[in-house]
């Protein structure tokens, strides 16, 4: 399985980003997409890589972090095997490098996972607020 991110850069406060997770490998033997839960990550500098919002059962159920519910929006195109985290009204304090992870066969909701229970990982896309 390889994860993909894309969309980071320089944006002003008040901005906004889409950023991609394209997942390759994933599909085989009956595997779908679908049978994932994948979560998007961030990493400030000098700080914890923490859980900004996820999505398992095929998008039936999308999870928001606090922080971002109501300016972040993650969605999943399961015929491309991509997920996007529309980010708007961003703030400094979201720059960060920004990661997408992949668990296959989540048992819970993805909320229930945390970066440790990931097993796949991108390179990850860095996103930067600053006037």
């Known amino acids: 399985v390889q994860l993909v991110e894309s969309g980071g850069g320089l944006v002003q406060p008040g901005g906004s980003l889409r950023l991609s997770c394209a997942a390759s490998?994933?599909?085989?033997?009956?595997?779908?997409?679908?049978?994932?839960?994948i979560g998007w990550f961030r990493q400030a500098p000098g700080k914890e890589r923490e859980g900004v919002s996820c999505i398992s059962s095929g998008a039936s159920n999308v999870y928001s972090a606090d922080s971002v519910k109501g300016r972040f929006t993650m969605s999943g195109d399961s015929a491309r095997n991509t997920v996007y985290l529309q980010m708007n009204s961003l703030s400094p304090k979201d720059t960060a490098v920004y990661f997408c992870?992949?668990?296959?066969?989540?048992?819970?909701?993805?909320?229930?996972?945390?970066?440790?229970?990931?097993?796949?990982w991108g390179q990850g896309t860095e996103v930067t607020v600053s006037s």
């Open positions: 490998g994933v599909t085989f033997d009956g595997v779908t997409f679908d049978d994932y839960a």
């Open positions: 992870a992949a668990k296959p066969f989540p048992y819970y909701d993805c909320s229930a996972y945390g970066p440790l229970d990931y097993d796949y």
